[in-house]
């Protein structure tokens, strides 16, 4: 079984730094593209970044570029998301989740075939 | 940036046919993806690559495009298929788009 568990969230005050973690199990790691999901509950769910399987390859939304930073141990079967100068508009649920796309290249049109539950980041004063 | 629009919310009584439309420039030449997200709980892929469905997701479940709009369509509703769904497409201007989400209140 597919399993995807973020840790790390928390609340954290405006300008501060919070890495979230994924750990994933019943799949190998190593095979996937991986994406961070954020929901919040004025704007829904909102791509924030995107890693390929071997790390050497990431993308970001706007709105988070040059803050936030994806990362991976596929030795660990774990993802990262490093996140900095955090503003009160990252508040939200932050899902890690796994594109079913292939390996060898990024198939943009792959669909997001496993979610984690979530884990919650408070930026507030 | 790409926009996906979706109407905030959509009731319809038990047995009946619910329709919920995603608007999109140019969507017809996207890939459509459907997720469902209950209370509580992450998203779930209910329609892929427009119209197909993974296992375990009824053939309640449809998905369809029509010029610029894709629509996802639950025959015969029941109480359990309250939740909001999401459309989702790829575009170069923005990676992966989520449209608003979709409140589907069975009334």
């Known amino acids: 079984e597919v399993q995807l568990v973020e840790s790390g969230g928390g609340l954290v005050q405006p300008g501060g730094s919070l890495r979230l973690s994924c750990a994933a199990s019943?799949?190998?790691?190593?095979?996937?593209?991986m994406h961070w999901v954020r929901q919040t509950p004025g704007k829904g769910l909102v791509w924030v970044s995107r890693?390929?399987?071997?790390?050497?390859?990431?993308n970001y939304a706007d709105s988070v570029r040059g803050r936030f930073t994806v990362s991976r141990d596929n030795a660990k079967n774990t993802l990262y998301l490093q996140m900095s100068s955090l503003r009160a508009d990252d508040t939200g649920i932050y899902y890690c989740?796994?594109?079913?796309?292939?390996?060898?290249?990024?198939?943009?049109?792959?669909?997001?075939?496993?979610w984690g539950q979530g884990s919650l980041v408070t930026v507030s004063s | 940036s790409y926009v996906l629009t979706q109407p905030p919310s959509v009731s319809v009584a038990p047995g009946e046919t619910a329709r919920i439309p995603c608007g999109g420039d140019?969507?017809?030449?996207?890939?459509v993806h459907w997720y469902q997200q209950k209370p509580g709980q992450a998203p779930v892929v209910v329609i892929y690559?427009?119209?197909g469905r993974p296992s375990g997701i009824p053939d309640r479940y449809s998905g369809s495009k029509s010029g610029n709009t894709a629509t996802l369509t639950v025959s015969r509703v029941e109480a359990g298929d309250e939740a909001d769904y999401y459309c989702?497409?790829?575009?170069?201007?923005?990676?992966?788009?989520f449209g608003g989400g979709t409140k589907l209140t069975v009334v």
């Open positions: 989740v796994r594109d079913l796309g292939s390996p060898n290249y990024y198939d943009n049109t792959a669909y997001f075939s496993d």
């Open positions: 019943g799949f190998t790691l190593s095979a996937y593209w």
């Open positions: 890693i390929n399987p071997d790390g050497s390859s990431t």
């Open positions: 140019n969507i017809r030449a996207k890939s």
């Open positions: 690559y427009d119209s």
């Open positions: 989702q497409v790829w575009d170069s201007s923005s990676d992966r788009v």
